[in-house]
């Protein structure tokens, strides 16, 4: 049922276009694993081997501090339409800073938000898919605007103050490189 790719086919390039959902994976070479829902329009397809995704504030910064220490994410998508499938992408990840010289040019490809903490390119070393036959039927109700409202109620500068308070260090005590290079 599983197969392997070595990169993305137009037909995952396609159901991925039409996912307002994923999950995302990361973890040390030791401690928590950890694993994130994402939605709010906050994935790009750049190429068949490079994707990149927005991460937004929020309450942790796990997969900073996880990428920072090794490179490892899976992402993983769900279909909870009539047609079931899993696609999953595991691959190498670097992470991109408002800071970083290459923001702009990636901040462009998504919605502007208060909140966009950082942009995480992950190069591809597998692409999977399997049958989804578990997963349930859902139906998308519409995007959560608590977080934009926080973040724009906030500004950047109570968003960075968020980030110094909550966000430089992982739940194991990793570095998040949130304010410079680690």
């Not at 990169?7 to 396609?14: A, G, K, S, T, V």
């Not at 691959?91 to 998504?110: K, Q």
């Not at 950082?118 to 898919?129: A, E, G, K, S």
């Not at 989804?132 to 960075?160: N, S």
């Amino acid at each position: 049922m599983a197969e392997r790719f070595t990169q993305l086919e137009d037909r995952h390039i396609e159901f991925i276009r039409q996912q307002h959902l994923f999950f995302v994976g990361t973890a040390g070479a030791e401690g928590l694993v950890n694993v994130s829902p994402k939605g709010m329009d906050s994935l790009r397809v750049l190429d068949a081997r490079t994707v990149a995704w927005l991460n937004l504030t929020g309450s942790g910064n796990e997969s900073a501090a996880h990428v920072l220490e090794n490179g490892r994410m899976t992402l993983m998508f769900c279909s909870f339409d009539k047609q079931p499938l899993i696609l999953r992408l595991y691959g190498s990840a670097t992470v991109v800073h408002p800071r970083d010289a290459r923001w702009e040019e990636l901040a462009t490809l998504f919605p502007r938000y208060t909140g966009a903490r950082q942009v995480f390119l992950l190069q591809l070393d597998m692409v999977q898919t399997s049958c989804g036959y578990a997963v349930p039927y859902y139906e998308l109700q519409g995007e959560r605007p608590t977080l934009t409202r926080w973040a724009d109620k906030h500004g950047p500068e109570g968003v960075r103050q968020y980030w110094a308070d909550n966000n430089t260090h992982s739940l194991d005590g990793r570095d998040t490189g949130i304010f410079e290079d680690a």
